[in-house]
Structure formats: structure tokens, C-alpha cells
């Protein structure tokens, strides 16, 4: 006797993320997975990014925290529209989360979404979402040492924000050699040094933007 | 036919983890799991922690990481015993990797056994690894709310390192906010505010881990 058994949770995601990603690229629509640790400025970017190019693009947001509404809430009072995902002390957001969330959201009239994954640096990047790519972010206050310590994000993500730069004059934080850690794991990744609090760098992320967006609606 | 499935993997770990506890007690060694995001400080902690009683008391480290042995570098430059475990990986420590680690300390010979976790706000929090209690970090530059989002590790902490007091000046954190939430989901929770760089609030760490200590002794 056979017994069927879903022996790997990954796969049964990774198929939930292909028919996501064919969704996406239907409707012409960039999806943005971030990832980082708890506190690294994945809110304050996407509060940044939706305030500064709210007239140029439609964008929302799919905001996964283990709990409250506090993300959604503040993404929100941007005026884009924020859908929270609590995982009820889940370590990640998975396909069929997204899945789940995108019932309230009408695709076709977004040009971006960004997926704020839960804050930790290891689980969510086992769990494809159908993103176009993975944003990876460090905060400075984090430490040089977090690319080697924690590899395989770095490895996957196609760009990297080091995030609070406002705060490398009383850290210590070597920023070549984070890049230096980083780049030998992915050379072709994209870094942006940028702080949310007084807008440094953040034009180098929105050209960024823009071009990823380009590419998207020449695909679709 | 019956097809015997272990189909809880935290009840394996428990049960192990029930084994491991009972071996601390009859050593009399207190065991510590320092668990917090990536980059709060739990190595920086452990290193003016065992500098500074390094002749008071006799302890070991066992590091948790995906990559690297860095920390347990960081931690054998002060003269103490540390295993670094490499989870290649994965998540967080389980009480069978303790085991494993075991194999390189005499028990017998410590006071103080700590564990730091994999930097993880959410997954080391379910896998109890026998310890006397989970010290929880939260680094100032993390954000005052992540006792809210994240309460599980809060709920179920002895103590709460509030580290990086120094960079409170250039940070949007309300001391008294984080410590509000934390003492909500657990008010027995005991609260230091330290700076592990310029050393403020550290012997009221050290005063909480001396009479730690001498409960364990007394019920060795």
C-alpha cells in the first residue's frame, strides 16, 4: 500500500509561486519581496518610496508580520493601499498567504507590489512567493559580519539596501566589507546605501525602481 | 497497519530537552539561551560579560549561527570555552545540537553555560534547548514595537537586554514604550538597558546573573 504523503513543503510552494508569478506577469505588475531582520527599515522604505513616487506609479503593499496591524497601518496612511498578513507567530510568508491576500487587491491597476515579508534573515528566503526578485536590507546598526553569517539571502536577492547610513558615524560598520561579503556570494548584485531617515541614496533606489518597472511592462 | 510518523517535532525536541535540564541541574550549571534578531549585541554581551567575571565565575558559550565560526572567534579571544555550532542554514538551535555540543565541555566545570542562539526573533523561541531561561535581546535601533509584533520570545523570557543605549540619542525609540509592551505580555519580566559599548547598565546584568547563579547552586 502507497501512502500519499506532501513530503516537501517547498515544493508545493514553489508550484503556488509559479502560477503567482504567471499572474504577475499577466498583469504587468513588478512584485518586490523584501527581506530582512526585525528592524531594519523595511517599513521606512516603503514609507519613503510610496510617499515619493506615489504620482508616478500604482503601487500597494502585502505586509507579513507575526502580529498586529501596525505595518499596514502605517503604509496605509500613505494613501497606497496595505493588506497585513499576521502569520500568528509564523516565521515567513508563503505562496499561499500572498495567494490569500491578493483577493483584495485588483492587479491590474498596480504597477508595484511590495511584499514585506516577516523580519528574520533565514526562513523567509526558502519560501518563493513569485516575486519578480528579493530585496534584501541591512541596517549599519546590524554589523559588517551578516552577508557571511547569513548567506543564502544575500546569494538570492538581486539588490541590497544598507539601510540607517545616518548612523555609520557611531557604529562600527564597515561598509566596503559588507559589500566585499555580499558581492563574493553575488556578484551581480545591486547595493544602495541609503538612509530613510534623512533621504540619502534613495534617488540611486528609485532609478532602480524605474528601470525594474520598465523591464517589467516590456515583458508583460 | 499502523505506520509509526514522529509527527511532532517539537515533542522530540522537548523530550531531549527534558534530559538536557536534568544533566544542568545535577551540574549545577546555570544555562542561558540568548535569543534576539541578527545583530542586537548577543556576542558583543557575551564578550564584556566574560571578560568582566571571568576570574568570578567559570563559563563556557555555545554559538549558534548559519555560517561561520566568527562569534566563536570572538568569544575564545577572552580566554572562555565556545563550540560553535553551524546550523547550514537553518533557523535556530535544537536541544540535539546542545547534545552534540556537549561532547566538548566538562559540565562539571562551568557556573555558567550560555547559549546564543541563531539570530532569529521568532524560531529559536519554540525549541527549548533545556535552559534555566531565554534572555531576550532587543537592540534600541530595532524599533520600540517589536515586543508587540514579535511577543512570543517576550511572553516566555526571564530577562530583556534593551542594548546600544548609546545610539538612543539618534534613534526614534521610546525606552518606556518597549518596556510597556514587553511588561504586558510578561510582567515578571526583568529589564536592563545596557550599552555594551561604552558599558553603561552592565552590572545590573551582572548583579540579576550572580544571584541566578546562587539559586542554581542551592538547587543543584
Known sequence: ME???VRNVLEANDRMAARLRDEFKRCG???LNLISSPGSGKTSLLERTLRDLGTEFRM???EGDPQTDNDARRVAATGAVAVQINTDGGCHLDSN???AALENLELEQLDILFIEN???LVCPVEFDCGEDAKIALLSVTEGDDKPEK???LFRLAKALILNKTD???YVDFDVESAA???CTLNPDLAIFQISCRDGHGLENWYAWLREAVRLKKADA
Chains 1, 2 share one sequence.
Open 3 to 5: 501512502i500519499p504523503v
Open 29 to 31: 505588475v513588478l512584485t
Open 60 to 62: 500597494a503593499v502585502i
Open 97 to 99: 498567504m500572498i495567494l
Open 180 to 182: 566585499r561579503g555580499a
Open 118 to 120: 516577516v523580519g528574520n
Open 150 to 152: 547569513y548567506p543564502q
Open 167 to 169: 548612523l555609520l558615524p
